[in-house]
């Protein structure tokens, strides 16, 4: 266990805060093809001892893109694996899931510890394992590195902004769903406060603590889609929009929206520059993640605990991220 029985005990509270109900073992139902989450067993050195999960669709072409899952508290990678939808697009547009999953020996409820420095910087802990796992399937599974993806919910949406802050190198694209900005907090005692009633910073000052995640980087930043109910209390919807000001202005683009759209769930969309920064509030939604239970085209994922039934997030997000071939989002209603 890397980390004393002492500091558990103490990460115990903020767990509280951003624990999710318990989703437990969930067993998957089976596929009509061959593929099935499988774990990994060796990727790499591993300094955050992290487990590995991957979904590799049958007949997954040479090249083809991967998205990063990464859980809530309580949750584990089998679990958002299979209520999420991301399988559904998986297998419809031919890419890799990459579900990492936090033990409890990390965090004692199996958070991703995005408030500890040591996780959370360039080369080190879990931000590296989780990195690590991104080299294994390009060198193992075909992935293209150039189209690497990454979307989380709550402690995993903060590690998220983590990856994408961290390591722009290698995501193109990333969603954050009810999440927190990166470096809101550096530790137990001031992630309180980031989650409820949340942090107010100038754009200038979050963007700042990205650039500073890899210093001297010159390269292209990735684009962020946004997603928060506007009834969560366990994550205050001031994060959705202090995300919002820390992506637009690493974007070099104005916190003013481009364009403005209602989606179905009762959802609004935001776009900043060339679509840049996307910000979707959800309204009358509390803390989890959007899905849309059915067999359309544009619905996906299990109603359950902390997956509420609104809208397909992950849907908009494939299409964002350019998985869909390179289609466009159906116009707004």
Known sequence: MRRSSSLLTRLTGVVA????ATAGVVTLA???QAASLTQVGSFGSNPGNLAMYAYRPDNLPANSPAVVLLHGCTQNASGY???SGWQKYADQWKFALIVPQQPSGNNANSCFNWFETGDTARGQGEALSIKQMVDHAKANFGVDGSRVFVSGLSAGAAMSSVMLATYPDVFAAGSIIAGIPY???TSM???FSCMNPGTDKTPAAWGDLVRGAYPGYTGRRPRVAIWHGTSDTTVAPLNGAESRDQWT???GVSQT????SSLPGGTSLEVYGNDDVRLYRVSGMGHGTPVDPGSGAEQCGNAAAYFLDTICS?????VFFGLNGGGTTPTPT
Do not use: I, M
């Not at 992950?314 to 494939?318: I, S």
């Open 17 to 20: 805060g951003l624990a999710l």
């Open 30 to 32: 089976t596929p009509a």
């Open 81 to 83: 694996f299979a209520n």
């Open 183 to 185: 470096r809101c907090a």
């Open 189 to 191: 005692v001031n992630a």
């Open 249 to 251: 202005n690493v974007r």
């Open 257 to 260: 929206p481009t364009s403005t």
């Open 314 to 318: 992950t849907y908009r997000d494939a």
